[in-house]
């Protein structure tokens, strides 16, 4: 399965699934240790919520769906780009590889993999997720949305060449690695 998360207008971002179209909308409040994704199905529908908590060390968010499941989603190793993402039930790994590639395993196996765009005009960035017709659709949007929240500032007035991650990496990108 493939899906399309295209950023627009700094705080916008538009989802396309092979089912349906989602939109979501970034509200950053002032004065506030916390800001909120909201991710919306056809009809203002919402299905999940993104919340991130001020840390000065590492990403902290809570993801809440619509069906009730709740997850945490934390960096785990700053300098190697991991990031956990786990409720009572299910544990997952967001690791960041050199360049602009992340991938997403769980229980030790690829269930996603995803890549931001090198050229960006304002605050434009482009995901590509590749990932396994049975993996948690909703959860992969929501650790994509939040390491793009983490990870990447959002300046919309210049044009971006983006290099991606030239550091450390816990473990290299399976560039031959398939969606099943």
Known sequence: MIITIQQSGGSKYEIETPSCIYSAFAQKKILSFTNEIKIFAPRERLVASIKHFFSPLYAKYDFELADGRAYSFRCEKTWKGVFVCENAKESFHLYRHKGLNFSIFQNDVQIA????????????????????????????????????????????????????????????????????
């Open 113 to 180: 993999a995803f890549t931001k765009n090198k050229v960006k005009i304002g605050a434009g960035d482009c995901y590509e997720i590749r990932m396994n017709d049975d993996a948690n659709l909703m959860v992969i949007i929501c650790m994509t949305l939040a390491v793009d929240s983490s990870e990447f500032n959002d300046d919309s007035y210049s044009v971006t060449y983006d290099l991606g991650n030239i550091g450390l990496e816990e473990r290299p990108f399976d560039a031959a690695w398939e969606p099943s």
